[in-house]
């Protein structure tokens, strides 16, 4: 008592600001749920823009498009990584020109490597990062003893695409914390 001034209920708040500290199991898992969501809508718009850079991709390169959420920190990432499991290997068949036309004249005459081929074939979605890759960081100009190859001028995509996404991600996951921290202090 200072001066007549009686202070009750302290021990009440008290108890409530620590159930809002980020130590405390409930809260942790609220905000892990709210970065987790967060970065896959991320993903999902990293998605739709190496859709928009793979014009024709029938076997679903951009599914090699990864986040994760970290467990120790709050934090996550987006990346185009190798993944350390290799998905299940497809039969997929690439449609070849000559045989929609037979009586057509021309074509590549470059034989291919059928084992090669086989297995270049077989990766589909998560297995085709290395395409995303080539798309984002380009290539040297390759040749081979057939003639020159060419080569892919680099675009940094991913860069640029996931580094606004993960801005956005940041600001939603600042908004969501913040509305949360409010809604369980007005509960107090």
Do not use: C
């Not at 036309?101 to 297995?127: C, F, L």
């Amino acid at each position: 008592m200072a001066d007549g001034i009686f202070v009750t209920g302290v021990e009440h708040y008290k108890e409530a600001l620590a159930k809002l500290q980020t130590d405390n199991p409930k809260t942790k898992q609220e905000m892990q749920r709210i970065i987790r969501n967060a970065i896959g809508r991320a993903r999902r718009n990293v998605i739709r823009d190496a859709q928009g850079v793979l014009e024709n991709d029938p076997r679903q390169a951009y599914k090699a498009v990864r986040n994760s959420v970290y467990k120790q920190v709050f934090g996550g990432q987006i990346n185009i990584l190798p993944s350390r499991k290799r998905g299940a290997p497809t039969s997929y068949v690439r449609p070849r020109k000559l045989d929609a036309t037979p009586h057509q004249r021309g074509g590549n005459r470059r034989p291919r490597v059928v084992e090669d081929a086989m297995r270049i074939d077989s990766y589909h979605g998560v297995d085709r990062g290395f395409i995303l890759r080539f798309q984002n960081a380009g290539t040297v100009e390759r040749e081979s003893r057939y003639g020159k190859r060419g080569s892919l001028r680099p675009r940094n995509w991913f860069g640029i695409s996931s580094a606004y996404q993960m801005d956005a991600a940041a600001d939603e996951v600042a908004q969501e914390i913040e509305n949360m921290l409010q809604q369980e202090f007005h509960q107090i």
